[in-house]
């Protein structure tokens, strides 16, 4: 079993690195998602299409959440922001549904 860390931002790999509940073995600004196995936690933010391929294959996938007004949207945050503004990783369970 495998943990990653999927963020291009500074500001939240900080803050994960200070979350003693997760230990990180793999920092990644762009998951390759061919990767992931049965089994593996992912965090971080992903793409909805990436999200579903790491579920579909067995993985647990928790989003980082980080509540902002828009005008902070594409920002970088420090850990006291993102700590201040309640960041929190939340599981999610995404499927692709073909039609």
Not at 3 to 23: C, D, M, N
Not at 67 to 72: K, N, V
Request: contains cysteine; glycine residues 6%; charged residues 20%.
């Amino acid at each position: 079993m495998t943990t990653y860390f999927v963020s291009r931002h500074l500001g939240a790999i900080e803050w994960i690195k200070q979350q003693p509940q997760w230990q990180i073995d793999e920092f990644t600004p762009h998951l390759d998602a061919t990767r992931i196995q049965a089994g593996d936690v992912v965090l971080g933010t992903l793409p909805l299409h990436l999200a579903a391929e790491v579920c579909s294959r067995g993985a647990k996938l928790y989003f980082l959440m980080l509540p902002q007004q828009f005008a902070e949207r594409g920002n970088e945050h420090t850990v006291a922001a993102m700590s201040a503004a309640g960041a929190t990783l939340q599981r999610f369970e995404v499927k692709k549904i073909s039609e």
